[in-house]
């Protein structure tokens, strides 16, 4: 059984993001399905089983096609979406829709949180984090700075009713079912993998890995930095584990010499 999602691919939205597999109520039914919300702007639901496709819907503005043929399973590409020696403009980018970044499920909420990218009314791309619903195929919410970049670790969710997204330097909670955000750490260097988190002796714990680089907002050559001014020493990199009541400062702050 095998699905391709854009047949002949013009416009490098290779599906590297991860395939997710749950079990969904779709129309009274138990379905035991694959999710997958690749570069091409499409979020893909299909049936593991018999390999139907279920629903394909927009996550964001999608210009090369106009929609997915839901009995043949292909997309329904533009004419203008193809070039030759003229420019033409193609959404998505090619930053895609999600692009690598891990992305959660939550079963508390029914909704998927993944990292994005949406074009504004000006024309600007901007990173965000989503939250989807399978099942009803819509956006439930959806905030600015999702981490889509390069340097951005991907999303968490918990069962506490939290969303986590690791953001360039910075660790951001947010409710997972309306998207209020709830607080932000600064961690000082770039994370390049998505928070977990794990329980010891009852007590919870979050923990990121910060890689090797710059403070943010330091001058230097390293990752994270906001560049200009003179170079400052890079940080080794770090897994730091958070809790509510942590009172240890940041590796590299003065307060930790």
């Known amino acids: 059984m095998a699905y391709q999602e854009v047949p002949g691919d013009n416009w490098d939205?290779?599906?590297?993001?991860?395939?997710?597999?749950?079990?969904?109520?779709?129309?009274?039914?138990?379905?035991?399905?694959?999710?997958?919300?690749?570069?091409?702007?499409?979020?893909?639901?299909?049936?593991?089983?018999?390999?139907?496709?279920?629903?394909a819907d927009p996550i964001t503005k999608v210009s090369w096609a106009s929609g997915i043929d839901m009995k043949t399973g292909k997309p329904n590409v533009n004419k203008g979406a193809f070039y030759r020696t003229d420019a033409v403009v193609v959404k998505p980018g090619p930053s895609g829709g999600h692009v690598w970044q891990p992305w959660t499920y939550s079963p508390l909420t029914g909704l998927v949180n993944f990292?994005?990218?949406?074009?504004g009314p000006d024309g600007v791309t901007g990173n965000v984090l989503y939250a989807w619903d399978p099942i009803a195929r819509k956006e439930r919410w959806r905030v600015a700075g999702g981490g889509a970049g390069a340097f951005a670790g991907g999303s968490l969710s918990t069962a506490g009713n939290l969303v986590f997204s690791s953001v360039n330097d910075r660790l951001i909670a947010y409710r997972a079912d309306t998207g209020e955000k709830l607080t932000e750490v600064a961690l000082g260097t770039t994370?390049?993998?998505?928070?977990?988190?794990?329980?010891?002796?009852?007590?919870?714990?979050?923990?990121?890995?910060?890689?090797?680089?710059?403070?943010?907002?330091?001058?230097?050559?390293?990752?994270?930095?906001?560049?200009?001014?003179?170079?400052?020493?890079?940080?080794?990199?770090?897994?730091?584990?958070?809790?509510?009541?942590?009172?240890?400062?940041?590796?590299?702050?003065?307060?930790?010499?």
Not at 22 to 27: F, G, H, K, P, S
Not at 47 to 53: A, K, N, P, Q
């Open 115 to 119: 990292p994005g990218t949406e074009i």
């Open 191 to 257: 994370q390049m993998g998505p928070p977990i988190s794990f329980t010891i002796d009852g007590k919870q714990y979050i923990a990121v890995t910060s890689a090797q680089g710059t403070p943010a907002g330091a001058g230097g050559g390293g990752r994270g930095e906001a560049g200009g001014g003179a170079a400052a020493p890079a940080r080794p990199a770090h897994l730091l584990v958070l809790t509510l009541d942590g009172k240890a400062p940041l590796p590299g702050t003065a307060a930790s010499n």
């Open 13 to 55: 939205y290779d599906s590297i993001a991860d395939l997710m597999l749950v079990d969904l109520q779709i129309n009274n039914r138990t379905r035991q399905v694959i999710m997958h919300a690749p570069k091409d702007g499409f979020f893909y639901v299909l049936d593991r089983v018999t390999g139907e496709l279920i629903s």
